[in-house]
C-alpha cells in the first residue's frame, strides 16, 4: 500500500515530463487524485485506536548496513500523508505551469511520501534528501528576480544540515550497529551514546532538523527561497517540506536524546521564542507581501518548536501536559500546512493580477473585489490564530502544554500572537481598505476555477476549526503512546 | 430534561449571518428582514428560556483528547446568564430595528447586518459559555465582529486605523486572559467554571500563584471592558456606524469584560491583592474619562468616554466585591447608554453626519421625541433621584462607602463630573441658538428609530426600581441605615448640573480649555511615541543579529566551511548541479547495486 503511495506521484512525474506541455498539469492532477484516493484508503483502513506502526512493510535491502525497506503508518505519518495529498494539488492548481515543473512537484511529493512513511534511517535519509533536488530546481528555474541566489542558498543550508545527520547517524550507527528508529528511540531513555559522542550525535541530528524547519537562527535561507520560489513551490515549500523538520524533532530527537534535550532545553526554548518574536518582528517590516508571510511561517513553525523543547525539557513532568502540547505540534504541523499553503494561494493570485508584490502597491480592493477580500480574509484570521478557524486550535494546545512545562518561555512566545496579528492586519488594511489605487487598471475578483479552489479549503479551515475532534482522533492513540514512550 | 433552546437562541444569529453571506449578499433589504427577524426571534425565545425555571442544555464534546484532555461545549443557564440573555437580546433586537432606519442607504446593508448578527452569535456564546475556552473562543469573535463593524466604512482610513487599535489592543488584554485560563487550567485540571469552582482548594494553597492568575484573569477584561490603561482604543471605535456603538461599545460587547469577572467571581475574590488592583483600576478609569469627557466636543466621543467612566464604575464594584452592584449597573448602563447612543445617532443623521455638538443647538423643539428620551437617558445616567441609574449607582457607591474610602471620593467627584459633562451636552445640544445650517433644519427621525427610543425610556427609568429589578438579578443591599450615600451621590449630581448651567447656557464657544482632558491625558501620543520607539530598537536589534550574527557566522562561515569541505560541495557551490544530480544518481545505482547483487 505505502509503496503503491509512493510510486504513484514518481510514475506520474514520469508521464508528466513526456506528456504535451499544455496537458502536464492534467497529468500530474490525475496521478494526485490516484493518490489522495490511497491515501483515503489508508485512513479508511486505519486503526485509530492503535498507537504503533500499521500497513508495515518490511523487507531486507542491504544487510551489510542495517538498511532494511521498513515503511510504516502511524497516526502522526498519516496525518501528514494525508496533508500532502491535500497541499500538492493544491499547489499545483495555483497557476498552470510547465511540464518539468509538474514533474518535479510530483518527484517532491513521492519524497515527502517517503520521508513520513519510512522508519528505517538510510531509506528515510534517501527520501529526505530526494526532495532537496526538485525544490532546488523548483526554486532555479521557475523563481524570481533573485531564484539563484535564493536556490544556491536553500541548497546550501538544507545539504550541510544533511550532511552532519547523516554523519550523526552513522556514529550511532557505528555503535549500535542499527539504523531501526524503533530500536534507536527504545535506547535513548537510557542515553544512546555517552560523552562527547553523544553530543555530536545530537548536534548533527539537530542541525539538520533545525535548517529543515528555519529554527532561530538557521531561517535565513527561508525567506529568500520563499520568496523566489514560483507560487506553486513555495506552497510545497512551506506547507510541507518545512514539515520534515518539525516531523524530524518529534520522530527522532526527542525520544533518541531526552536527556541532551533537558540539558539544554533553556537554550533550544529561547531559541523558539527567538524564532517566534524575531520573525514576527521581521514580517511586521516587510513591504514584499510574499517575504512577510514567509516570516510569518517562521513563526508559525517557532510554536511547534516551543511545543517539542517543552516537551524535551521536563518529559516526565506530567503526562496531561505533554499529551496536550504533542497534540498541539501535530495539529499545529497539519494547520500550517493548509492555511500557510492557501495564503500564498492567495498572494499568488494577487501578484497575477497586480504583477507585483508590494504591499503598497495595493489598496482599496474591498470595493472591487470583495469575493477576493472575503475568502482571503478567512485565510488571513486563520493564520493569527482566530478561535473558529483551523490556527487556532494548535497554537492553544501547544500553549496549554508548553505552559505548564516551560512557563516563562510561553508567556514571552505569546507576545508573537500579538505582533502576527499587528503584522497580518497591517498588510490586511493596506491591501483591503483605503482608496483605490491611481494606476487601478483591470483588478478581476475571483473566477469560478479559483473559487472551486479556494471555497473547499476555506471550508475544511472552518471545519477544523469548528470541530477539531476528527482530526485528533487521526493521532490520538499515537500521541498517548509516544507521551508515554517520553515519560 | 434539558432544554435545546438556548442553542437555538445561540446558533440562530449565525445562521442568519451565513444566509447574508451565502444568499442574499447583494440584496440589502432582504439581508436586513433576516437579520432582524433573527434578533427578534432571538429575542423572544430568550424570554422563554427566562420564563422557565430550566438550568440544563445538551453539552458537546469539542476537544477530548483521550485520556486527559476534555473541553466541552455546553451552557450554563443561572439567573445571571438568563438576564444577561435577555439584556443583549433585547437591547439587541431594538437596535436591529433602529439599524433599519440608520442603515437606510448604506451601499454595505448586506455585509452591515451580517456582521451584526455575528456579533449576536458571539456575545450570546460569552453570556451561555460555561468554559473557560469556550468563552475565550466567543471573546475572540466577538472582537473580530467589533473589528468589521468598526471598519464598517472601510474605504476611510480613520475607520480601518480604529478597527485594527480595537483589535489589537484587545488582543492584549486576550493573550493575558489566555495565560490566566491556562494556568486555572493547569492547576485544577479543568476548564468548566463549576469544576474549577469545586476545585478552588488546589489553587488558595498558592495565594501568590492565584493572585497572578486572577489578574491575568482581569487583564482580558480590561481589554474587552476597556479599562485603564488599555482603554484607547473605545473611543476611537465610535468610528463605526451608531447603532454598533451603541450595541457594541455601550450597552453588550465592552460589558462582557465585567460580566466575566462576575461570571468567575469565586476566583477572583479569594485573592484579596488582586481584588483590590482591580478596584482601583476602575476607580482610575472612572475618573480619568470623566475627566476627559468634560471637554470633547464630539458627541459620540463624549458618550464614549462616559461608557468608559460608567464601566470603571462597575470594574471598581467588582473589586470591592460586589458582583451583584456590578451587575445591576451594567443591567441599568445598558438601557440608558444604548438609549443615549440611540439618541445621539438620530441626530447625527438628522444633521446629515455632523458630530461636533458646538455645530448643533437648539435641537430640543426640532427633534422632540429624541429630545425627551436622551433628556431621561441623560438623568438615568447622572443618577437623577429614582431613575434607574441612581438606584444602581448608589449600590456601587454605597459598596465603596462600606470598603474603600479614598474610592468613594474618587465615585463621588466622579458623579459630580458625570452630572457636568452630561449637562453641557444637552445644553449646547439642544439648547442656545442653532450653529449650523444642517442644525437649522432639523426634524424628527422616522418611527423605525424613534420606537426603539420610546421602548429603550421605560426600562432606563424604571429598571432601577426594586419590585422590577429583582425579577432579574439580586439587588444588592447596602449597609448605610442613615442614608449617607444618596444624599451624598444626589448633591454631588447636583453640584454638577448647576456647574454646568452656570457655564454653558447659551454658550457659542466653549468657555473652559483644559489641554490635558481635551487632549485625552495624551495616552495615544504616548502608545504612539512606545510603539515607534520600541519598534524601531527591536527591529534595529533583528536587523544587527540578521546582518553580524548570521549572515557574517552563519552564511559565510557556512560557505567557508563549503570550500573547506572540498571539490563535491565546491561544485554545488558554484551551481553545477549536473554535477550534483549526478553523484545522486551514482549513490542510488550504489544502493541499488546493493540491494539486488548482495
Known sequence: MISALITIPLVGALLASIAPQNRARTVALAFNFLAALLALTLWRNFDSGAGGLQFVERYAWIPAIGAEYLLGIDGFSLLLVLLTSLVVPFALLARPMSRGFCALMLLTQAALYGTFTAHNFILWFLFFEMSLIPSFLLIKLWGGEERDRAAVKFFVYTFLGSVAMLLAFLGIYLVHGTFDFATLATLGKTGLLTGNAAWLAFAGIFLGLAVKTALFPFHTWLPDAYENAPVGATMVLSGLLSKMGVYGFVRLLLPMFPNEMQAIAPWLLALAVCSILFSALAAWAQSDLKRMVAYLSITHLGYCMLGVFSIGASPSQSLVETQAALTGVMMQVFNHGITAAALFYFVGLLEQRRGSRGIADFGGLMQRTPLLCGWMSVAVFSFLGLPGLNGFIGEFLIFKGSFALAAAATSVAVFGLLITAVALLRGMQALFSGPLPENGGAFDDLRRGELTVVVPVSVLMLAIGIAPQWVFNIFNATVVQMARALA | ?598
Request: glycine share 8%; charged share 10%.
Open chain 2, 1 to 598: 430534561m434539558a432544554s435545546a433552546l438556548p442553542w437555538f437562541v445561540l446558533i440562530l444569529p449565525l445562521v442568519s449571518a451565513a444566509t447574508i453571506l451565502l444568499a442574499t449578499r447583494r440584496l440589502g433589504g432582504t439581508s436586513a428582514i433576516v437579520s432582524v427577524g433573527a434578533a427578534v426571534i432571538g429575542f423572544l425565545a430568550s424570554c422563554m428560556i427566562f420564563a422557565s425555571p430550566e438550568t440544563k442544555a445538551p453539552e458537546f464534546a469539542w476537544i477530548d483528547i483521550k485520556p486527559f484532555l476534555y473541553v466541552p461545549l455546553g451552557v450554563v443557564l443561572d439567573q445571571l446568564s438568563k438576564t444577561m440573555l435577555l439584556v443583549v437580546t433585547g437591547v439587541g433586537a431594538l437596535i436591529h430595528i433602529y439599524s433599519l432606519g440608520y442603515m437606510r442607504d448604506d451601499a454595505g446593508k448586506s455585509r452591515y447586518f451580517a456582521s451584526l448578527s455575528f456579533f449576536m452569535f458571539s456575545m450570546l456564546g460569552i453570556v451561555l459559555a460555561n468554559n473557560f475556552v469556550m468563552m475565550f473562543i466567543f471573546w475572540e469573535l466577538v472582537g473580530v465582529s467589533s473589528y468589521l463593524l468598526i471598519g464598517h466604512w472601510f474605504e476611510r482610513d480613520s475607520a480601518a486605523d480604529a478597527a485594527n487599535k480595537a483589535f489589537l489592543t484587545n488582543r492584549i488584554g486576550d493573550f493575558g486572559f489566555m495565560l490566566g485560563i491556562l494556568m486555572v487550567w493547569a492547576s485544577t485540571g479543568s476548564v468548566v467554571f463549576s469544576e474549577i469552582a469545586a476545585g478552588m482548594g488546589k489553587i488558595t494553597t498558592h495565594p501568590g500563584f492565584l493572585t497572578a492568575a486572577a489578574l491575568l484573569i482581569f487583564t482580558g477584561a480590561m481589554g474587552k471592558s476597556a479599562q485603564f490603561p488599555l482603554h484607547v482604543w473605545l473611543p476611537d471605535a465610535m468610528e463605526g456606524p451608531t447603532p454598533v456603538s451603541a450595541l457594541i461599545h455601550a450597552a453588550t460587547m465592552v460589558a462582557a469584560g465585567v460580566y466575566m469577572l462576575v461570571r468567575v467571581s469565586f476566583l477572583i475574590q479569594v485573592s484579596p491583592t488582586a481584588l483590590t488592583v482591580i478596584a482601583w483600576i476602575g476607580g482610575i478609569t472612572a475618573l480619568m474619562a470623566a475627566l476627559i469627557a468634560t471637554q470633547q466636543n464630539d458627541i459620540k466621543r463624549i458618550l464614549a468616554y462616559s461608557t468608559l467612566s460608567q464601566l470603571g464604575y462597575m470594574v471598581m464594584a467588582v473589586g470591592l466585591a460586589s458582583g451583584e452592584a456590578a451587575m445591576f449597573h451594567l443591567f441599568t448602563h445598558a438601557f440608558f447608554k444604548a438609549l443615549l447612543f440611540l439618541g445621539a445617532g438620530s441626530i447625527i443623521v438628522m444633521l446629515h453626519h455632523e458630530q461636533n455638538i458646538w455645530k448643533m443647538g437648539a435641537l430640543s423643539g426640532k427633534m422632540r421625541i429624541t429630545f425627551l428620551t436622551f433628556l431621561i437617558g441623560t438623568l438615568a445616567l447622572i443618577g437623577f433621584p429614582f431613575t434607574s441609574g441612581f438606584f444602581s449607582k448608589d449600590a456601587i457607591l454605597a459598596v465603596a462607602y462600606a470598603k474603600s474610602a479614598p474610592l468613594f471620593w474618587i465615585a463621588l467627584f466622579t458623579a459630580f463630573l458625570t452630572a457636568f459633562y452630561m449637562l453641557r451636552l444637552v445644553l449646547v445640544v439642544f439648547f442656545g441658538k442653532s450653529r449650523s445650517e444642517h442644525a437649522a433644519h432639523g426634524k424628527e427621525s422616522p418611527l423605525v428609530m424613534t420606537a426603539p427610543l420610546l421602548l429603550l425610556a421605560i426600562p432606563a427609568l424604571i429598571a432601577g426600581f426594586g419590585f422590577f429589578a429583582h425579577n432579574f438579578l439580586p439587588v444588592p443591599h447596602a449597609d448605610d441605615p442613615h442614608h449617607v450615600v444618596p444624599i451624598f451621590a444626589t448633591g454631588a449630581m447636583a453640584v454638577g448640573v448647576i456647574a454646568a448651567f452656570l457655564l454653558y447656557r447659551n454658550r457659542e464657544h466653549d468657555p473652559v480649555s483644559v489641554a490635558i482632558f481635551r487632549n485625552r491625558f495624551y495616552f495615544d501620543e504616548l502608545y504612539v511615541w512606545l510603539i515607534r520607539s520600541t519598534q524601531e530598537l527591536l527591529a534595529s536589534i533583528s536587523a544587527f543579529i540578521d546582518r553580524w550574527i548570521i549572515d557574517v557566522g552563519g552564511v559565510r562561515g557556512a560557505s567557508g566551511a563549503t570550500w573547506g569541505v572540498g571539490s563535491l560541495l565546491r561544485l554545488v557551490q558554484v551551481g553545477n548541479l549536473q554535477a550534483y544530480s549526478f553523484i545522486f544518481g551514482l549513490g542510488i545505482v550504489g544502493l541499488i547495486y546493493f540491494t539486488v547483487f548482495r
